[in-house]
Each structure stands twice: as structure tokens, then as C-alpha cells.
């Protein structure tokens, strides 16, 4: 005998998923996954970023690592709340982590939460976490075939930094091939060039964050 | 040496949830064995199927679905879905 079933497997990590988006809103914090293969520079990017906006925007960050929380001591200077999140093996996070978690912040104190995922351009694709943007960070050294190679990862990002552009010569990599790829992947992806090490590369990325922080708080005050 | 976890395994785990709950929530049916699961998935593809196999065949023992042969096709909607199951 057959049984239709006909389900979603994801279906309980998008139920939960969409449960985190709506207490974001609720709270009005804009909801940030930071995605990249190992490497890549997210931990950098975010020490660069709260380095600029740290005073003046009220940040948090979540981090993902498979087991140690090396990153997470990283950001320690910057006292800002900071959770650790092992998957102890898992290789991506997904949206129940994220609802335990952000029990432990105050979000309504926060502008701007950061998730930096596990290093792995596969499997972080394909969870929703609740964000509002997916960033992925995609560094020259990896190479000009990645987004062939990882389209669903391309595809599910909103928006792509290139980061290490200093080193784009020395790994003879043309940066008007690799957006032109990116394009032709993700058409609707913003894009922009930076190194996470030097912050005068990062002034489009902040205005980035600021008018989506903007754009959140609106949001919220035409709801109230 | 700990394991490094595929996302094949917490899906494996899920696939495993859905069935059971599917089966033990109608109480008309009596179901002694599942023969087969039928899946579909977009392209490129959310799991691959052996890796899913392996994690799966593990989960499934001592369960009605252990033993049940794992058919996989391509969909144009994206995903990763549970279409049928085959039962006796």
C-alpha cells in the first residue's frame, strides 16, 4: 500500500526559522548570517566592523565553530554580548540553535546581531536561521571557480563581499571575471570588494549595515 | 577523534520523525514494514544519497523502517521532500 506523505524535510528548521524572524522584527534588531568556506575571513570582517560601528551601533554576535571558541575569544575586547555556539561535529547551524540562544540576549537592546556560521560553503545553504540577509564572504584565494562550483550557496546570499582584493594579483585573479560570475549566479546579489584588514575598503559594507538597521527600525516604528 | 557531522545526518534524523509520526498519527493503519521511501530533491541536489543511506540505515534499526529501500529522483521545485512510502 502506498502513503502520500509529500513533506518538506526542512520543514522544522524553516517553522523555526520564521519563528526567529518574526521576534527579530518584533524586537527590531536586523539579523545578519555571515556565511564563507574555512578561511575566508568572517571573524576578520567582524572585528574590522565593530572596530567602526561598535560605539555608535548597539551589536551581538553569535558564533558558530565546529568545536572551539577561538573566535568567539577574538571579539572578547569588544564587550559586546557573545555566544558560543559548538555543533560538535555539525556542519552548519541551524534555527532551533538559534532559538535557545537568543534567549540568553536582550534583544530589544540590540541593533544589530551578527551569526557567524560554520566555515563550509555547502550545508549553511539550505538552513534558514531566521536572518534577514545572508552575507557570504568569498575570499580571492579560494579561487574563481566557487560560485560554479557553489551555487547554492551564491544563490542563497544577498549579498557577496569579495574579500583579500590585495592578494587579487598575486593569485591572478581578476576581479571583473569573479563578479561577472557572481552575476550570472545570482543576478540579484549585491556585491562588493573589500579587505576585512583595511577598514578605509569597508565604507559601502557599513552603509550596507546602516541602512538596513534603517530600514529595520522603520519597519518597526509604522507597526507601532 | 570526534566525527565531523554531514548535514545528511540531522536530515537522516528528521526523515526518520516525519515517518514515524506520519504512520503512528492514523490509527487506521497497521503497518507491519516499510518496503520503500520515495524522495524527491531539487538539483543540486540538498543531500547526497549515499551519504543519506549510510546515516539513515543506522537510525532506522530495530524501527518498521529498517530494511526500506531509499528511491531518489530529480524535482524542479527546490528542496529536499518525502514524497511516498510503500508499506505492508
Known amino acids: ?33 555571515l556565511t564563507s568556506s574555512p578561511g575566508a575571513g568572517k571573524t576578520t570582517l567582524i572585528e574590522s566592523t565593530l572596530n567602526l560601528i561598535n560605539k555608535k551601533i548597539k551589536c551581538a554576535v553569535i558564533e558558530g565553530d565546529l568545536y572551539t571558541s577561538r573566535d568567539a575569544e577574538r571579539l572578547e575586547d569588544f564587550n559586546i554580548p557573545l555566544i558560543q555556539i559548538n555543533t560538535e561535529g555539525g556542519c552548519h547551524l541551524d534555527a532551533r540553535q538559534i532559538y535557545h540562544s537568543v534567549k540568553e540576549l536582550s534583544l530589544e537592546a540590540l541593533d544589530i546581531l551578527f551569526i557567524e556560521n560554520v566555515g563550509n560553503l555547502v550545508c549553511p545553504a539550505e538552513y534558514d536561521l531566521g536572518e534577514h540577509k545572508r552575507v557570504l564572504i568569498y575570499s580571492v584565494t579560494e579561487g574563481d571557480d566557487k560560485p560554479a562550483k557553489y551555487l547554492n550557496m551564491f544563490q542563497a546570499a544577498d549579498l557577496i563581499l569579495i574579500n583579500k582584493i590585495e592578494l587579487a594579483e598575486l593569485c591572478h585573479i581578476d576581479l571583473e571575471y569573479v563578479e561577472m560570475e557572481i552575476r550570472r549566479i545570482n543576478p540579484s546579489a549585491e556585491i562588493s570588494r573589500i579587505s576585512a584588514l583595511a577598514e578605509s575598503t569597508l565604507g559601502s559594507w557599513i552603509q550596507w549595515l546602516n541602512k538596513n538597521i534603517q530600514s529595520k527600525e522603520k519597519q518597526n516604528e509604522s507597526r507601532n | 577523534m570526534k566525527e565531523f557531522f554531514l548535514h545528511e545526518s540531522s536530515l537522516a534524523k528528521d526523515v526518520m520523525e516525519i515517518i514515524l509520526e506520519t504512520i503512528a498519527s492514523d490509527i487506521t493503519l497497521s503497518v507491519k514494514t516499510v518496503n520503500s521511501i520515495q524522495f524527491s530533491q ?8 549515499e551519504s543519506f543511506e549510510f546515516y539513515f540505515e543506522e537510525m532506522i534499526k530495530g524501527t518498521v523502517l529498517e530494511g526500506a529501500e531509499l528511491i531518489f529522483r530529480e524535482s524542479e521545485k527546490h528542496g529536499f521532500f518525502i514524497e511516498t512510502i510503500d508499506v505492508d
Open chain 1, 1 to 33: 500500500m502506498e502513503i502520500k506523505i509529500f513533506k518538506d524535510v526542512m520543514m522544522k528548521n524553516n517553522a523555526i526559522g520564521e519563528d526567529n524572524r518574526k521576534l527579530f522584527n518584533e524586537k527590531s534588531v536586523f539579523v545578519l548570517n
Open chain 2, 42 to 49: 531539487s538539483y543540486p541536489p540538498i543531500v547526497v544519497a
